[in-house]
């Protein structure tokens, strides 16, 4: 601090004593009567009190000048970034830290100076990631404390070292009862200096938020690391054919899910694998191709898939065959018409990026500063969620998206003639509208079945939601019915649970309590009594990647800005 003061008022001062228990420093100018005396508090370990401090400089400012400027350090940087950023791991990069510095205290720093300053900012910022290790059995007891239900497990190798580690919340194991049993496997690398993985498995609300379930760190993505992440994971969220999982085509990760969960369904992230098949295509846009094969994978029915498919196939010949070969041939792990299990209407590999994204800087903390910030955060979205899910009017029985998509529709549905097939089975035929009302028999018609929740289209079968013919045939039996003994049908009786308001609001009753300071945590001797060896940390040259590593097949767009400027230049022979 004096450090930073001297530079900035551009002054010197000479050192008289530092030591754990005094902190005396002096003008340079012998004669000059500032000083300042700090001495530590008595039973604390970095608190330091001022003792004396005489503040006026007898000294002559014309003197000063002539004196050889100190130079920039590191701790002058971190000291700044302090100041300027509390709290904030996102601090300017290293050449703006340089012309920081410039300005505000007049002294040039080099390139790695403002690097080596920005980093230790972020080290006192994310705390010791050793001592981390070693209050890890306390911290684990204190949130399995503060929340009821929670799983926790660490595990260690022979020599007592840090291997993995396993959290799910109570409360979110106990609202994935509501939700959609579509759980999204993801794995980022931490940046906190030790390699590992982080993990999270994580369901999707109803309304397209984020719903983590668990999360961990694993040493690396291997066939034992992921096995032993999966049994956890199966001790809170039992196997069932029920569940799907939806992962990149990491193998590890795949064998241990079809090990592991042998009666749940396992499909591939369609957007990974897009990025991939569009590299095994040549001479043509590749943007082109993923997309066409993104739309190939989402087709409802066999048919229109089938004819897609083979068009994919005669105009990417390559592509195609790469896609055979690497998925042995079988379509169900990304074409949902021939998808085993029920999938709903997620598109699962947007939900994964923005797990991604949030938790980016988390990634860089020491293990229990990434634990408590991730935590907050998920804090954070069940309390905004649980308002969310409070607010909607009385009116609305289903969440707002689908309120909104149901709301879209029914202007559509007007449109559409529905005649009565059976009225027992509720079984009706569903054309295009003339503009006389009567039904036009050129269109295509679609068959919908109300008991039995099913279109021709299969819109209806595969999202769980009513499509724009089962809505026509769902007004044709309330209009046809209003003066029979029947009973008007609801809405909601056609829409999938999973969408209801209350059961959405039901997901979010708990809450997610954060763990108290440590100050106040109260651990029995036995668990303060377990050992765990702190990994060494891995030294690393150079500056700190912070960004997500891209797999193979997938690029970072290019800047518009330079697009731009190349375009307004010349070109020749145009
Ligand atoms: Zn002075
Ligand atoms: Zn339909």
Redesign the pocket.
């Given at each position: 601090m004096v450090d930073k003061a001297a530079f900035e008022n551009s002054f010197g001062f000479v050192l008289v004593k530092s030591d754990k228990e005094r902190y005396v420093v002096k003008c340079q100018d012998k004669r000059c009567e500032w000083k300042l005396r700090a001495a530590k508090v008595l039973n604390t370990r970095f608190c330091f009190s001022i003792r004396t401090h005489h503040k006026m400089h007898t000294c002559s400012r014309a003197s000063q000048s002539t004196v050889k400027k100190r130079k920039g350090t590191p701790d002058l940087v971190a000291c700044l970034l302090h100041g300027d950023y509390p709290g904030s791991m996102e601090t300017p990069n290293p050449g703006t830290i340089q012309k920081l510095v410039q300005t505000r205290f007049g002294v040039k720093i080099s390139y790695s100076t403002a690097l080596r300053g920005k980093n230790r900012h972020a080290y006192d910022l994310r705390g010791d990631p050793g001592e981390s290790y070693k209050k890890l059995y306390c911290y684990l007891h204190m949130l399995e404390k503060v929340n009821e239900g929670t799983k926790t497990s660490v595990k260690l190798d022979e020599a007592g070292k840090f291997m993995y580690l396993f959290i799910a919340l109570g409360a979110t194991i106990e609202g994935f009862q509501c939700m959609r049993k579509v759980i999204t496997v993801d794995a980022t690398h931490l940046k906190n200096g030790y390699r590992g993985v982080l993990v999270f498995a994580s369901a999707q609300d109803p309304n397209r938020h984020n719903y983590p379930l668990a999360f961990g760190v694993l040493d690396s993505e291997n066939n034992d690391s992921w096995n032993w992440f999966f049994e956890l994971l199966k001790s809170v969220i039992p196997d069932s054919s029920e569940l799907v999982f939806m992962t990149d085509r990491n193998e590890s990760l795949i064998n241990a899910v079809a090990y592991v969960y042998p009666r749940a369904h396992h499909g591939y992230c369609v957007w990974h694998l897009s990025q991939n098949v569009k590299d095994h295509a040549f001479n043509v846009n590749k943007g082109v191709v993923s997309f066409y094969f993104r739309e190939m994978s989402r087709h409802y029915t066999v048919a229109a898939f089938e004819a897609a498919y083979s068009s994919f196939e005669a105009r990417f010949p390559s592509a195609a065959a790469y896609l055979v070969k690497t998925t042995n041939n079988r379509k169900e792990t990304w074409a949902r018409v021939h998808f085993p299990g029920v999938r709903y209407n997620l598109d699962t590999s947007n939900c994964v990026e923005s797990l991604n994204s949030t938790f980016r800087p988390a990634r860089r903390y020491a293990l229990i500063p990434m634990l408590d910030a991730i935590i907050a955060q998920i804090s954070k979205w069940f309390n905004e969620h649980r308002k969310e899910a409070a607010a909607g009017s009385e009116a609305h029985k289903l969440v707002p998206l689908v309120e909104n998509l149901m709301h879209d529709m029914w202007k559509e549905a007007e449109k559409l003639h529905a005649t009565e097939l059976n009225s027992f089975e509720l079984l009706y035929d569903v054309v295009a509208k003339k503009s006389d009302g009567t039904a036009d028999p050129e269109s295509k018609n679609?068959s919908?079945d109300l008991i039995r929740k099913s279109?021709?289209?299969r819109?209806?079968d595969f999202e769980k939601i009513p499509?724009?013919?089962?809505l026509a045939a769902f007004m044709e039996f309330n209009t046809s019915n209003v003066d029979s003994s029947r009973y008007p049908m609801q809405l909601i009786e056609l829409v999938s649970h999973y969408y209801l308001i209350e059961v959405w609001q039901l997901a979010y009753w708990r809450t997610i309590f954060l763990v108290p300071h440590e100050s106040e945590w109260k651990v029995p001797e036995d668990v303060k009594a377990k050992k765990i060896i702190p990994l060494q940390p891995i030294p690393k040259k150079g500056r700190k990647r912070t960004k997500r590593l891209f797999g193979p097949g997938e690029y970072r767009r290019p800047r518009t800005a330079n697009k731009r400027r190349k375009r307004q230049g010349i070109v020749w022979g145009a």
């Open positions: 679609y919908v279109c021709s289209c819109v209806f499509c724009v013919h089962a």
